[in-house]
């Protein structure tokens, strides 16, 4: 596997040189852009697999860079991890608002920072196993799911799940109007550190209701099969 590549858009000289040395030690690529605009170029260029974001910045600040990234189909899949001064609080709810994944303050501790990159981008590897699967957005009734993004919508809200329930949700509204025995889920959400049994199944079933709310009759239980996700 080649390395994984990281862009670092950081305008104060230090900060970038600091951060350069520490993540080529742990055998990353770094690309280096001291503004904002140029942090963008290199980023629609040559999409590296995750930035560190500076929020104040020259040309265009951080919070400008992650949305326009965000907003465009080639870039919006590169995790983001903003680097913040702690007078930017309000700056860093939205960032992630906007997208962003994670955020350390400065001043930050090396090994932090490291520990946070490699939980994004495991993250990332999760999802790009499923949406590999199916990759465009499913959409059924009130629910808009955009796998790509780790995303599930319900009447255009943002679904707060766990990991567990959006790959439950995934699975069954994947294939609306078909029946998934309990064994079928088990296996769908298998390969994650969990141990899934058939009542850890229904308990997840439970709680991915309760989460929607009005539409929770879209999850049907189907007597001694399983469940399904009703055809709309
Ligand atoms: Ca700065």
Not at 62 to 86: N, Q, S, W
Not at 160 to 182: N, Q
Not at 189 to 214: F, H, S
Request: hydrophobic share 40%; with cysteine; charged share 30%.
């Amino acid at each position: 596997m080649s390395p994984h590549k990281i862009l670092v858009v950081e305008d104060e000289e230090d900060i970038g040189q600091l951060l350069e040395y520490n993540l080529k030690r742990e055998h990353y690529q770094v690309a280096l852009a001291e503004s904002g605009r140029l942090g963008l170029e290199m980023a629609r260029k040559d999409p590296p697999d995750l930035i560190l974001l500076d929020l104040m910045l020259p040309e265009l600040n951080g919070l400008e860079v992650c949305r326009l990234l965000k907003a465009d189909h080639e870039t919006r899949h590169i995790p983001i991890i903003m680097l913040t001064a702690r007078s930017e609080d309000v700056d860093v709810v939205s960032g992630l608002e906007l997208g962003a994944d994670d955020y350390v303050s400065k001043p930050f501790s090396p090994r932090i920072l490291l520990a946070r990159i490699r939980a994004v981008m495991r993250r990332y590897e999760v999802v790009s196993e499923e949406s590999s699967m199916s990759s465009d957005s499913i959409e059924v009734g009130p629910l808009l799911v955009h796998p790509g993004r780790h995303q599930a919508l319900l009447d255009g809200v943002e679904m707060k799940l766990t990991h567990m329930e959006y790959k439950l949700l995934l699975t069954l509204a994947g294939r609306p109007g078909w029946v998934f025995t309990r064994d079928q889920i088990v296996k769908s959400l298998r390969g994650e550190n969990y141990a899934v049994t058939d009542r850890a199944v229904d308990v997840l079933v439970v709680g991915l209701r309760k989460k929607m709310n009005a539409h929770s009759a879209l999850v049907e239980t189907v007597r001694g099969v399983g469940y399904r996700f009703q055809e709309m």
